[in-house]
């Protein structure tokens, strides 16, 4: 899948364009990204072994609507991830 999808993101209104490098973009794109956003995420992931890392840390240190849904994806690729892990409590609504 091309980027397309996370390009277009609605979670990245504030940005000029994407950057995958920066967390604060992930952590937007985890908050405020629709489905779309989500599935070329997962599977930008799917190559990328060091994306996956930060996608755990971002996941277990920043509170994120519906972060084991993100440990579960991490798990599905392979990882050995603790998906009933402590994860910082979120108390906005869910993006969906």
């Known amino acids: 899948m091309s980027a397309d999808p996370l390009t277009r993101s609605r979670a990245l209104w504030n940005r000029s364009g994407l ?3 920066s967390d604060e973009q992930l952590a937007q794109i985890f908050d405020r990204g629709e489905m779309e956003a989500w599935r070329a995420l997962y599977e930008t992931a799917a190559a990328d072994r060091h994306l996956h890392a ?3 840390r971002i996941v277990r240190t920043v509170p994120l ?5 993100w440990l579960a994806a991490l ?3 392979g990882d050995p991830v603790d998906v009933g892990a402590d994860v910082p409590e979120y108390r906005g609504e869910a993006a969906i």
Do not use: H, T
């Open 54 to 56: 930060r996608i755990e």
């Open 65 to 69: 609507p519906f972060p084991r849904f």
């Open 19 to 21: 950057d995958l490098e």
């Open 75 to 77: 798990r599905s690729l």
